[in-house]
T-cell receptor, first 113, second 112 residues
Framework: NAGVTQTPKFRVLKTGQSMTLLCAQD?????MYWYRQDPGMGLRLIHY???????AKGEVPDGYNVSRLKKQNFLLGLESAAPSQTSVYFC????????????FGQGTRLTVV | GENVEQHPSTLSVQEGDSAVIKCTYS??????FPWYKQELGKRPQLIID?????GEKKDQRIAVTLNKTAKHFSLHITETQPEDSAVYFC???????????FGKGTTLSVSS
């Protein structure tokens, strides 16, 4: 049981390049989230999904897109990377229904130069 | 949408002292309030949570209190130990909704 796995763990991008971060969970969770973590800013919600085929905007969605074509995967895309998107990205998943624990992936450290 | 404010941003205590971290939230419909601990270089992990039908919850040295009228909740750590040093995040969530919104975190340092 791997839990929540993020790919890749590290990445350096040049300004204007695009990339996709993959989050995979093997716990059959309904809800999945993408957060970014910056010093002094905490965990800010980018986008989230309440089930396969659904997505919703979070607190800081601009410059990112997401897709949830399969229940176990949640993809975060950067169409044209900017230095302001340098951050540590965390994916999390939760069971649906009643208030439940969110399980986080190990994080992806992204640097945009 | 929900807004969660957390104070203080940093907290330094001596081993054995108590530590208190406070959070306020804006959405009166929120009714689930978890606390996460993140050690350096690691992922956040749940340490305790509370639901709106409960005013206080304890788990060994940690406790959480909730005041729904004032829309604030607090984390209390007693008899702090060096291994309690970490960043602590509070969060708020609606039962029916799914956006889990976090505060900005508190860096707790426990010195021996």
């Amino acid at each position: 049981n791997a839990g929540v796995t993020q790919t890749p763990k590290f990445r350096v991008l040049k300004t204007g390049q695009s990339m996709t971060l993959l989050c995979a969970q093997d716990m059959n969770h309904e809800y999945m989230y993408w957060y970014r973590q910056d010093p002094g800013m905490g965990l800010r919600l980018i986008h989230y999904s309440v089930g396969e085929g659904t997505t919703a905007k979070g607190e800081v969605p601009d410059g990112y897109n997401v897709s949830r074509l399969k229940k176990q995967n949640f993809l975060l895309g950067l169409e044209s990377a900017a230095p302001s998107q340098t951050s540590v990205y965390f994916c999390a998943s939760r069971p649906g229904g009643m208030s439940t624990e969110a399980f986080f992936g190990q994080g992806t450290r992204l640097t945009v130069v | 949408g929900e807004n969660v404010e957390q104070h203080p941003s940093t907290l330094s205590v001596q081993e054995g002292d108590s530590a208190v971290i406070k959070c306020t939230y804006s959405d009166s419909a929120s009714n689930y309030f978890p606390w996460y601990k993140q050690e350096l270089g690691k992922r956040p992990q749940l340490i305790i949570d509370i639901r709106s039908n409960v005013g206080e919850k304890k788990d060994q040295r940690i406790a959480v209190t909730l005041n729904k009228t004032a829309k604030h909740f607090s984390l209390h750590i007693t008899e702090t130990q060096p291994e309690d040093s970490a960043v602590y995040f509070c969060a708020a969530n609606r039962e029916a909704g799914t956006a889990l919104i976090f505060g900005k975190g508190t860096t707790l340092s426990v010195s021996s």
